[in-house]
């Protein structure tokens, strides 16, 4: 049996090797916060990050063929970031549920305040609570699992900013602790169907390919993807702008969403009433066999719960969630209300509903953050 070695005295090689394939910003500052000899085998992020907010050219000139005849406004790209929260020593007087976890959604300005929204509403539907909170992550294990942005512009005489009303969806990449702000490129849904890119630096959108039947965009293994209203996936290739085939069509719903769930690529087929094409009636899930060139008819999640968010989807287990079961869709209806469909019984319940058993969005009570739906509120954190 080999000599152990210390974590210190790991080979400055094999530490820069391990800290370079780290992607989180996260992740690299606990890296970096092991030892000294850890902290110098890697630099702290990109020479030249991604500080948000990002400006793009105003995405309402990219379908015009004349020129506009108002000034083009500036288009600002926002960014939150997802993460998966666990008290690290939870109270023995508390709850058996209090070392589950939770979701937070966080905007973070380059001063470092943090604003935590909904994970699932978007920007317009927050709510203030005014009272300041500190959260030392020290305290707590944190699992950074993804990014959502929105493309705003700043009010007239207003500080303000909001979303520009032609853009439904957008996706960024390469968006990494390593990545340089140059390197930045945006695939972009707009509420007509339409895709648009740009890439950092760019004077105008570029429109890809003539179609305007999208319904979601996603990054999957380092590539553009969407899908379209018949469920055909296609793979965008970043200097050409072509767009290719990634796999053959599914599921006869009224919309269908992207999503990643444990390295896999699905499709979530929304399913509306007949009578009444606003209201949603159920879903169906399918799995893409890549070897096959396939989809799968999906009858159980298991543990996983799909979030279908304003400005992002995702899945997140709910096994280290308190109180959950999994195998359920959450999602927007058009009165903006959450909504879970359980695939087991099909039903849908509204997401209030079952709050006092539904802990993926509330912090457990011991945290002292405030519990609130759909809450918003400043606060610093400590490192």
Same mark, same amino acid.
């Given at each position: 049996?080999?000599?152990?070695?210390?974590?210190?005295?790991?080979?400055?090689?094999?530490?820069?090797?391990? #800290? &370079?394939?780290?992607?989180?910003?996260?992740?690299?500052? &606990?890296? %970096?916060?092991?030892?000294?000899?850890?902290?110098?085998?890697?630099?702290?992020?990109?020479?030249?990050?991604?500080?948000?907010?990002?400006?793009?050219?105003?995405?309402?000139?990219?379908?015009?063929?004349?020129?506009?005849?108002?000034?083009?406004?500036?288009?600002?790209? !926002?960014?939150?970031?997802?993460?998966?929260?666990?008290?690290? *020593?939870?109270?023995?007087?508390?709850?058996?549920?209090?070392?589950?976890?939770?979701?937070?959604?966080?905007?973070?300005? *380059?001063?470092?305040? @943090?604003?935590?929204?909904?994970?699932?509403?978007? $920007?317009?539907? %927050?709510?203030?609570?005014?009272?300041?909170?500190?959260?030392?992550? @020290?305290?707590?294990?944190?699992?950074?699992?993804?990014?959502?942005?929105?493309?705003?512009?700043?009010?007239?005489?207003?500080?303000?900013?909001?979303?520009?009303?032609?853009?439904?969806?957008?996706?960024?990449?390469?968006? $990494?602790?390593?990545?340089?702000?140059?390197?930045?490129?945006?695939?972009?849904?707009?509420?007509?169907?339409?895709?648009?890119?740009?890439?950092?630096? =760019?004077?105008?959108?570029?429109?890809?390919?003539?179609? $305007?039947?999208? =319904?979601?965009?996603?990054?999957?293994?380092?590539?553009?993807?969407?899908?379209?209203?018949?469920?055909?996936?296609?793979?965008?290739?970043?200097?050409?702008?072509?767009?290719?085939?990634?796999?053959?069509?599914? #599921?006869?719903?009224?919309?269908?969403?992207?999503?990643?769930?444990?390295?896999?690529?699905?499709?979530?087929?929304?399913?509306?009433?007949?009578? =009444? /094409?606003?209201?949603?009636?159920?879903?169906?899930?399918?799995?893409?066999?890549?070897?096959?060139?396939?989809?799968?008819?999906?009858?159980?999640?298991?543990?996983?719960?799909?979030?279908? #968010?304003?400005?992002?989807?995702?899945?997140?287990?709910?096994?280290?969630?308190?109180?959950?079961?999994?195998?359920?869709?959450?999602?927007?209806?058009?009165?903006?209300?959450?909504?879970?469909?359980?695939?087991?019984?099909?039903?849908?319940?509204?997401?209030?509903?079952?709050? /006092?058993? !539904?802990?993926?969005?509330?912090?457990?009570?011991?945290?002292? @953050?405030?519990?609130?739906?759909?809450?918003?509120?400043?606060?610093?954190?400590?490192?």
């Amino acid at each position: 049996m080999g000599e152990r070695v210390k974590w210190s005295d790991l080979p400055t090689e094999l530490l820069t090797m391990i #800290g &370079r394939s780290l992607d989180t910003r996260i992740d690299v500052l &606990r890296f %970096r916060s092991i030892c000294s000899s850890w902290r110098s085998s890697i630099p702290p992020f990109s020479a030249n990050p991604p500080r948000f907010p990002l400006q793009f050219p105003d995405p309402n000139t990219a379908t015009l063929t004349e020129p506009p005849r108002w000034p083009p406004r500036l288009a600002f790209l !926002f960014q939150t970031t997802l993460y998966y929260i666990q008290t690290l *020593n939870p109270s023995t007087s508390s709850s058996t549920l209090s070392n589950k976890g939770w979701l937070m959604k966080v905007d973070e300005s *380059n001063s470092g305040k @943090l604003r935590f929204v909904n994970p699932v509403l978007d $920007s317009r539907t %927050r709510y203030t609570i005014t009272r300041p909170k500190t959260l030392n992550l @020290l305290n707590f294990r944190v699992v950074e699992f993804g990014k959502a942005y929105t493309l705003q512009f700043q009010l007239p005489r207003k500080r303000r900013y909001v979303p520009f009303p032609c853009v439904k969806k957008l996706v960024v990449f390469p968006n $990494s602790a390593w990545t340089n702000v140059d390197e930045c490129s945006i695939l972009m849904i707009f509420v007509d169907g339409k895709l648009g890119f740009a890439k950092r630096g =760019d004077k105008k959108w570029t429109l890809v390919g003539e179609s $305007s039947s999208y =319904d979601d965009i996603i990054v999957y293994k380092g590539q553009f993807y969407a899908v379209d209203r018949v469920g055909i996936v296609w793979w965008i290739e970043c200097s050409s702008l072509k767009l290719v085939q990634f796999s053959p069509l599914c #599921g006869l719903g009224s919309q269908k969403h992207l999503v990643v769930s444990c390295g896999a690529l699905y499709v979530v087929d929304k399913y509306n009433d007949i009578d =009444d /094409d606003r209201k949603v009636v159920g879903f169906k899930v399918y799995k893409l066999d890549e070897e096959l060139g396939q989809w799968v008819l999906v009858k159980s999640l298991g543990d996983q719960v799909f979030v279908l #968010g304003a400005d992002c989807s995702f899945s997140v287990s709910a096994r280290g969630c308190s109180g959950y079961t999994g195998d359920c869709i959450l999602f927007i209806d058009h009165r903006d209300e959450t909504l879970v469909f359980n695939l087991k019984d099909h039903s849908i319940l509204k997401h209030h509903s079952i709050h /006092d058993h !539904f802990g993926l969005f509330w912090p457990p009570d011991h945290t002292g @953050l405030p519990q609130a739906d759909g809450w918003v509120f400043d606060c610093e954190y400590t490192w």
